[in-house]
């Protein structure tokens, strides 16, 4: 066990726990912010993607003794009342279906926004990785240039 100093969301955390322990699971059962996922447990699926300094993480494989300083941002950080463009264009577009995906998706698409904020079609292909088992992607594509003020078409399914 050691004794870290994290701020998460803007807030500091003080937590004893193994160096080696996923970030994931520190944020989840530590310190009880559930909004990000688990899914695959071998960052594939990106369902537990946060910002690490503003980078997408997939936070299931990420030791926490990692974070160092650096600031981290889950999805009940993004923004303070889910008004962030993305959020509401993730409503607008009604991109979830089962909505397990989703916070690890907008995180990701917050990520590509923030280095990119006005990303062509192939950019955004080539940044979301993240899986979504309701194959919701055209929906995700389509927000994702809307908060951005893309024009680009993308049909939906």
Same mark, same amino acid.
């Given at each position: 066990?050691?004794?870290? &100093? ?9 937590? +004893? ?28 699926? @990106? ?6 300094? +503003?980078?997408?993480?997939? &936070? ?10 650096? $600031? ?6 993004? &923004?303070? $009342? ?11 577009? +009604?991109?979830?279906?089962?909505? #397990? ?19 062509s079609e192939n950019d955004v292909h080539n ?9 919701? #992607?055209?929906?995700?594509? $389509? ?5 951005? @003020? ?8």
């Amino acid at each position: 066990m050691a004794a870290f &100093s994290l701020t998460i969301n803007n807030k500091k955390h003080n937590v +004893d726990v193994d160096p080696k322990m996923p970030l994931l699971w520190v944020i989840r059962d530590v310190l009880g912010l559930t909004g990000t996922k688990y899914g695959c447990g071998i960052a594939q699926c @990106g369902a537990c993607t946060v910002h690490v300094a +503003d980078a997408a993480v997939r &936070s299931c494989m990420y030791p926490v003794e990692n974070v160092g300083t650096q $600031k981290v941002t889950t999805i009940e950080g993004l &923004s303070e $009342k889910g008004d962030h463009p993305l959020q509401l264009a993730w409503e607008e577009v +009604d991109v979830p279906q089962c909505g #397990y995906c989703q916070s690890g998706q907008i995180m990701a698409a917050a990520a590509l926004l923030k280095s990119n904020p006005s990303p062509s079609e192939n950019d955004v292909h080539n940044a979301m990785t993240n899986i979504c088992r309701c194959a919701t #992607y055209n929906r995700i594509k $389509k927000a994702i240039n809307q908060a951005a @003020g893309n024009k680009i078409t993308i049909p939906n399914p």
